[in-house]
């Protein structure tokens, strides 16, 4: 079998408020193709990891590459632009802004400077337009959404609107997807959907790093899971594997 290509490496990550250690000394490994759950009960770091990778909130230590490039220090935009992109805990869809606007702005985020920008369009963006257009409808086909693209996002449903999130990140193109908790209020047959979804895309080959609170959730979804618990690391490794280790069981049961 071929050697296994590692997508995202972290090594000894960590991050200070005041007095919280928020991720400590998180090393991880996240293979390329593969679906990577980050687990762990509500405050254990999940969020503060994916904005840490994503280049949000600076690292106080460790390190973290990306296709073999340290991308410790970089922007968010220029994150974007090497293939990482995220979706947010709580939806930031532009609700009074179509479908395809919405996604637009996800395009621009990884050609222009930065989501500022991305709203403030100036000048020569004609053509910029077409581009970011393309890409957005690809986006939209992606997730199931072309045929809506015209429609007010805010008059989607839930599952609608959590669609549009998605698409917004995958119309930079990413090699590497970060969900922050994608199945959050959604009802059981929108989560079989969005799992369903989140099948596909892997299939056609992104990788998947997913942060869910319920183990349930990601059981039948993930390759392999990292368990968080006070901004450490306390177990990784399959699903069955991890919902079996003594001290995930206790993490989960004293929270
Ligand atoms: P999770 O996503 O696992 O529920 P978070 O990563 O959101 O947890 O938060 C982990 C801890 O870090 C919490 O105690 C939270 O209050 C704290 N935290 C997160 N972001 C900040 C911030 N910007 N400033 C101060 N504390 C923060
Ligand atoms: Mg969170």
Same mark, same amino acid.
């Given at each position: 079998?071929?050697?296994?290509?590692?997508?995202?490496?972290?090594?000894?990550?960590?991050?200070?408020?005041?007095?919280?250690?928020?991720?400590?000394?998180?090393?991880?490994?996240?293979?390329?193709?593969?679906?990577?759950?980050?687990?762990?009960p509500?405050?254990?770091?999940?969020?503060?990891?994916?904005?840490?990778?994503?280049?949000?909130?600076q690292?106080?230590?460790?390190?973290?590459?990306?296709l073999?490039?340290?991308?410790?220090?970089?922007?968010?935009?220029?994150?974007?632009?090497?293939?990482?992109?995220?979706?947010?805990?709580?939806?930031?869809?532009?609700?009074?802004?179509?479908?395809?606007?919405?996604? =637009?702005?996800?395009?621009r985020?990884?050609?222009?400077?930065?989501?500022?920008?991305?709203?403030?369009?100036?000048?020569?963006?004609?053509?910029?337009?077409?581009?970011?257009?393309?890409?957005? =409808?690809?986006?939209?086909?992606?997730?199931?959404?072309?045929?809506?693209?015209?429609r007010?996002?805010?008059?989607?449903?839930?599952?609608?609107?959590?669609?549009?999130?998605?698409?917004?990140?995958?119309?930079?193109?990413?090699?590497?997807?970060?969900?922050?908790?994608p199945?959050?209020? =959604?009802?059981?047959?929108?989560?079989?959907?969005? =799992?369903?979804?989140?099948?596909?895309?892997?299939?056609?080959?992104?990788?998947?790093?997913?942060?869910?609170?319920?183990?349930?959730?990601?059981?039948?979804?993930?390759?392999?899971?990292?368990?968080?618990?006070?901004?450490?690391?306390?177990?990784?490794?399959?699903?069955?594997?991890?919902?079996?280790?003594?001290?995930?069981?206790?993490?989960?049961?004293?929270?």
């Amino acid at each position: 079998t071929m050697p296994e290509l590692t997508m995202l490496e972290v090594r000894g990550l960590g991050i200070r408020f005041g007095g919280l250690d928020a991720v400590k000394d998180v090393s991880a490994s996240l293979p390329a193709g593969k679906i990577t759950a980050i687990i762990g009960p509500n405050g254990a770091g999940k969020s503060t990891f994916f904005n840490l990778i994503s280049g949000f909130y600076q690292p106080t230590s460790g390190q973290i590459h990306f296709l073999g490039e340290d991308i410790t220090r970089l922007k968010t935009h220029e994150v974007v632009g090497r293939g990482i992109a995220r979706t947010f805990q709580t939806t930031t869809i532009y609700k009074e802004l179509s479908v395809l606007e919405n996604a =637009m702005i996800g395009h621009r985020v990884r050609t222009r400077a930065g989501l500022l920008d991305a709203l403030l369009r100036t000048g020569r963006e004609r053509q910029d337009d077409q581009a970011s257009r393309a890409g957005a =409808m690809q986006a939209l086909e992606r997730v199931g959404l072309a045929g809506q693209a015209h429609r007010l996002a805010g008059a989607l449903t839930q599952e609608g609107q959590k669609r549009v999130g998605i698409a917004m990140a995958l119309s930079s193109d990413p090699k590497l997807l970060l969900l922050d908790e994608p199945a959050a209020g =959604m009802n059981p047959e929108e989560t079989v959907n969005l =799992m369903g979804l989140i099948r596909e895309l892997v299939a056609g080959g992104l990788t998947v790093a997913l942060v869910e609170h319920k183990m349930s959730l990601v059981m039948g979804l993930a390759d392999q899971i990292l368990v968080l618990h006070h901004g450490q690391k306390i177990a990784e490794g399959t699903p069955q594997a991890v919902s079996r280790d003594p001290a995930v069981i206790e993490a989960y049961l004293g929270s």
